[in-house]
């Protein structure tokens, strides 16, 4: 079992929508989060990071958390074509970082 | 502030040649990270630096491949020889303290040919 899965997509969705980006993970003694994206020839960026169960917003984006299930979510609401990237869930492992294969999301005009 | 910087952007050698990837960390920053990209991958773990002492080595593939950091301030990959399937991104990233975001470089594209 990988550390960090990710379904690598292609996922398209069209301008406006909601993109729903999923991320399981193997370690129950994880405990920080976090989302990056990356656009093509570019380094990872961070756009969001967890620590505890529930929701967590920031402007179009929302993280989702569920311990219990070993379940990370991301979702990016009124989805934008500058959007489309792939990306990132990163799961703190016994205090190094470990990422997932990375979701590219497409946002059609 | 200063982000983190790697040296060389991109690095073409022959199979067999030695090749010395650098990362200069965010100043202060005591994590220093070395992760690997093949094209369509995961961002695979190499090792994770805590100032000058290696924390983890796990994900260093094989003993071609020697990372130090002496003094806690940049630290080098070095790949000898190298071999075609080293080819990929090698991404350097480094945070203040542990469980704490990664700040990534622009990466080294490397190509074994």
């Known amino acids: 079992q990988k550390e960090v899965e990710q379904n690598s997509g292609p996922l398209s969705v069209p301008e406006g929508a909601i993109a729903s980006l999923n991320c399981t993970y193997s370690?129950?003694?994880?405990?920080?989060f976090f989302w990056y994206r990356q656009y093509s020839g570019k380094s990872p960026e961070l756009i969001m990071s967890i620590y505890s169960n529930g929701d967590k917003e920031d402007g179009r984006f929302t993280a989702q958390l569920n311990k219990a299930s070993q379940y990370v979510s991301l979702l990016i609401r009124d989805s934008q074509p500058s959007d489309s990237a792939t990306y990132l869930c990163a799961v703190s492992l016994n205090r190094d970082m470990r990422f997932g294969a990375g979701t590219r999301l497409t946002v059609k005009p | 502030e200063a982000g983190v910087t790697q040296f060389p952007s991109h690095s073409v050698i022959e199979k067999g040649q030695t090749v010395t990837l650098r990362c200069d960390p965010i100043?202060?920053?005591?994590?220093l990270y070395w992760y690997r990209r093949v094209m369509g991958k995961e961002i695979k773990f190499l090792l994770h630096?805590?100032?000058?002492?290696?924390?983890?080595e796990s994900g260093m593939p094989n003993n071609r491949f020697l990372a130090e950091r002496t003094g806690g301030t940049y630290s080098t990959l070095k790949v000898q020889p190298a071999e075609l399937e080293d080819s990929g991104v090698y991404f350097c990233?480094?945070?203040?303290?542990?469980?704490?975001?990664?700040?990534f470089g622009n990466g080294t594209r490397l190509t074994v040919t």
């Open positions: 100043s202060g920053h005591d994590n």
């Open positions: 990233a480094s945070s203040p303290v542990l469980d704490s975001p990664l700040h």
């Open positions: 370690d129950r003694g994880s405990q920080s």
């Open positions: 630096f805590v100032k000058e002492s290696k924390q983890d």
